[in-house]
């Protein structure tokens, strides 16, 4: 069993940023696949953005440019830096960890970003 848990969430203004951060256990990290996915009231859960344990990154063509993901495996973290917020991204953002084939999910973070 792994345990997911994010931090980081906030209210936000407009192009603001916010960094979030998901901590993962195990020992073997290091080869977990990581991500990122939201979802917005009333809509369905979406993928945000994901990285390798090689370090190859993907994102969303919504968030791509603004958002990075990165990972730092000493602290068995992967990190969501976002930039240039806007009022849709506001969602529950939960990390997501692929180790082998089995999935776990965080209980995810409240993003906000309203004037």
């Known amino acids: 069993q792994v345990q997911v848990v994010e931090s980081g969430g906030g209210l936000v203004q407009p192009g603001g940023s916010l960094r979030l951060s998901c901590a993962a256990s195990g020992s073997i990290f290091s080869s977990y696949y990581m991500g990122w996915y939201r979802q917005a009231p009333g809509r369905s859960r979406e993928w945000v953005s994901t990285?390798?344990?090689?370090?190859?990154?993907g994102y969303a063509d919504s968030v791509k440019g603004r958002f990075t993901i990165s990972r730092d495996n000493a602290k068995n973290t992967v990190y969501l830096e976002m930039n240039s917020l806007k009022p849709e991204d506001t969602a529950v953002y939960y990390c997501?960890?692929?180790?082998?084939?089995?999935?776990?999910w965080g209980q995810g973070t409240q993003v906000t970003v309203s004037s």
């Open positions: 990285i390798s344990s090689t370090y190859t990154t």
């Open positions: 997501w960890v692929k180790r082998g084939i089995d999935q776990y």
